[in-house]
């Protein structure tokens, strides 16, 4: 470090230098910052205070330190990738927050003061990022599945220009759509059903040079990383090929709810009771012709049950709404009307939700006669030859209606074809259930946190829904289609497109060795010392996204393509020796150690708040921008995610004379809204062992207190900060200071 040279910057526009003394400001850069070079300007983001700092590092600056707005703002204005750079957040954290007058002059200057003594300090401890070394750029997309959504996936990253490598476990491509008679119709005026189209699909699959196919082939193994993935691809024959890839979409589609799980209603133990599937079967060997059942006689009257096995808070069935049975079945009871006007078609429904065409679809089985009952079905039993239905009416509140049909179709729902979620290291490797994993593994990944991608509890992938729906916690691998959702055809090929134009981005990322989403563009990746690690393993077991591996030695090796540079390795680590070039328990510490703790007789609070650079800071930055005030004790540092926080920030700033430490992350659970997923959740675990901590020192637990934070927490985040600036003065200020 002893050729760096650092310079700062004091901005005086958006009212800064009407309401801060910018020369005291230089001054403390100067004497508390040790900067090499200070300038103040009247407006730093204009063409010439750019101009004026690119001049600077082209004569020899190595890192420097704005302080003027938030580090969210001016990013293309304050864009110099070849120096470290630091922000002091003066407007939305400073100016902003603090209401004018003489009287508030002194804590507003001081608050200003500390950022400026921070970005400096921080500034100190970055290395700007060249990227990962190891980057590498293969440009063919594997695609796991041929229904409609893993062929749209393929054919849409052959029209990039990219390679493709399909795999389909059965003999033909098309999937469910494939065994349909018809599809729900994509546009206006949404009146017939339509023609699946996969035929065409499958022929242009064919046709495509850039598409290489295998047919009743499984994935046997896949290891690597984005740029460089190595899979193993087992064929019928027996055989294995190897082929090497740059991303993974994951379109293994769903299987329908078993059937035979709902004897109450027919399924499984009544030959004249079918799902959807069966229906579409009877449909295509019909071709257009008069519907018969399995015993070949000609079905005249038919009833439809709705969320037959779903919607189900008991536990036994499936808990959700599959979206696309009510479509499905409005589609079937055409294919009855269509052929014959005649064929007394009823469905019975809960709620009837059709996504995609509104209620022009409905409307138009309507006018052919379809019968839709609000009910809900509580038997199927067998009545001569045919079947008795025994519904609530929910209209007419007749629990004892019944109806006679030929054939009763159950809309049963989906169930994801996701694989397994075990690590295969805890299974005795001749037991069954270590043949199972091994039989029902979808991608067979190597990865010590299991063979398949993590699943949400009812067994659907768990993509980011809320904010990368495509991302899984698998770097580079991007589930698509049913298997991230229920979803009908139409949503299937939008869901497709999208999830291979984020595995081109992974490719590309991973040829110059940047991070993916959240922090895309991120150059940094984490390292670590040898001579200080432990061997403990917790970065290896924390890691959200599987990036951490072990040598032979047992020390952690890192899979920076994996990585989405989260930190939560960095927080996890005892010994302090895992750290990113851009971020690190130093550049952090630094901030927190630079701050000027006022003595006892002063009376003024310092309360450190750590912020989630995802949801909590940017709630802080538009709570300034909506002039929300709030307290001039608090000092905020922005962290890449909660789950990063080592805890040695936590004693150093109790031991500094910190008053008090607030936390504030992203909501954890079924419904998280964390960006690295695991993050915000791995922190308050460990967080909870902080109390015994504070006892233990003799300080009240309230002085470190962590908080789910969301990105819309505008109002409430400067409440959460003035109640606990309240209860801080109410409990004292912290013994550290004496």
């Known amino acids: 470090m002893a050729d760096q040279k650092i310079a700062a910057y004091i901005c005086q526009g958006c009212g800064l230098g009407d309401r801060l003394d910018t020369k005291a400001l230089a001054q403390i850069a100067k004497t508390d910052g040790k900067a090499h070079l200070i300038r103040e300007h009247e407006f730093l983001c204009n063409a010439d205070g750019v101009a004026t700092i690119q001049k600077d590092i082209d004569e020899g600056v190595t890192h420097i330190a704005i302080a003027a707005c938030s580090r969210r703002a001016k990013t293309e204005a304050f864009y110099f990738p070849t120096v470290a750079m630091s922000r002091a957040n003066l407007r939305e954290g400073v100016i902003w927050i603090r209401p004018e007058g003489d009287e508030h002059q002194e804590t507003t200057q001081e608050m200003a003061q500390d950022y400026v003594r ?22 063919t997309v594997l695609v796991v599945g041929g229904g409609i959504t893993g062929m749209t996936a393929a054919l849409e990253a052959s029209k990039t220009g990219y390679q493709v490598v399909l795999v389909e476990k059965s003999g033909q491509l098309g999937g469910w759509a494939g065994k349909l008679w018809k599809r729900v119709p994509f546009k206006e005026p949404f009146a017939n059903p339509a023609d699946t189209g996969v035929e065409a699909m499958a022929a242009a699959i064919q046709a495509d040079k850039n598409i ?12 690597g990383a984005p740029g460089r993935f190595n899979i193993d691809i087992a064929t019928e024959s027996g055989s294995v090929t190897q082929e090497h ?47 018969k059942r399995a015993d070949g006689s000609v079905v005249n009257s038919v009833v439809f049950v709705q969320c037959a096995g779903q919607r189900d808070d008991s536990g036994k069935h499936l808990s959700y709404c599959s979206g696309t049975c009510c479509n499905t079945s409005i589609k079937q009871a055409m294919y009855f009307k269509d052929q014959n006007p005649d064929v007394d078609t009823i469905v019975i429904f809960d709620d009837l939700r059709t996504p995609g065409n509104g209620e022009d679809f409905y409307r138009s089985a309507q006018k052919k006669g379809v019968t839709f009952t609000k009910g809900k079905v509580a038997g199927v039993t067998a009545s001569g030859n045919g079947c008795k239905v025994t519904f609530n009416d929910l209209i007419l509140g007749d629990e004892n209606t019944t109806i006679d049909a030929d054939l009763v179709v159950l809309a049963t729902g989906q169930v994801p074809n996701s694989g397994v979620n075990i690590d295969p290291s805890k ?38 829904f809320i904010c990368f729906p495509y991302e899984s916690r698998r770097t580079g691998i991007y589930p698509a289609g049913p298997v991230r959702r229920p979803m009908d055809i139409a949503q299937a090929m939008e869901d497709a497109t999208g999830a291979t134009m984020k595995a081109v981005q992974a490719i590309e990322n991973a040829a110059v060795g940047r991070a993916a989403h959240p922090r895309s563009g991120d150059l940094s990746f984490p390292s670590f010392r040898a001579e200080g690690c432990t061997q403990c393993k917790r970065c290896t077991v924390e890691c959200p996204f599987g990036a951490i591996d072990e040598d032979e030695k047992r020390y952690p090796v890192f899979n920076e393509a994996r990585c989405r540079r989260c930190g939560t390795c960095m927080g996890a680590c005892p010994v302090r020796v895992i750290s990113f070039e851009n971020y690190s328990v130093d550049s952090v510490g630094s901030q927190i150690k630079a701050v000027d703790i006022p003595d006892e007789f002063q009376e003024k609070p310092r309360i450190l708040i750590l912020a989630c650079e995802n949801d909590a800071y940017p709630a802080l930055d538009m709570a300034g921008m909506n002039h929300n005030e709030y307290s001039a004790y608090v000092r905020i540092i922005p962290v890449r995610c909660l789950g990063s926080v080592n805890l040695i920030w936590v004693t150093d700033a109790l031991n500094s004379g910190y008053d008090g430490v607030m936390m504030m992350g992203c909501k954890h659970g079924d419904n998280y809204q964390c960006h690295f997923v695991k993050g915000s959740e791995i922190a308050s675990i460990r967080l909870s062992k902080v109390d015994e901590t504070l006892k233990s020192l003799n300080l009240e637990t309230e002085r470190v207190q962590n908080y789910e934070v969301a990105i819309t927490d505008i109002e409430r985040v400067p409440q959460l900060i003035n109640d606990y600036a309240a209860k801080i ?9 004496f």
């Open 118 to 139: 921070m970005a400096c300090a921080e500034a100190k401890k970055l290395i700007q990022p060249t990227g990962n070394p190891t980057a590498e750029r293969n440009t």
């Open 212 to 223: 290489k196919l295998y047919l009743n082939a499984t994935i046997a193994k896949t290891d």
């Open 245 to 291: 890839v740059g991303a993974i979409v994951q379109a293994s589609g769903f299987t329908l709810y078993d059937i035979a799980k709902l004897p109450e209603l027919g399924g499984g133990v009544n030959p004249h009771v079918v799902d959807q599937a069966g229906l579409e079967a009877l449909a295509k060997a019909a071709n257009g012709g008069a519907i």
């Open 427 to 464: 299974l005795e490797a001749e037991t069954e259930a270590a043949a199972e994993v091994k039989q029902i593994s979808i991608l067979n990944l190597n990865y010590r946190q299991g063979p398949d991608v993590p699943q949400l509890k009812q067994g659907f992938v768990d993509s980011h």
């Open 729 to 737: 003065q109410e409990i004292g200020l912290s013994p550290f200071k």
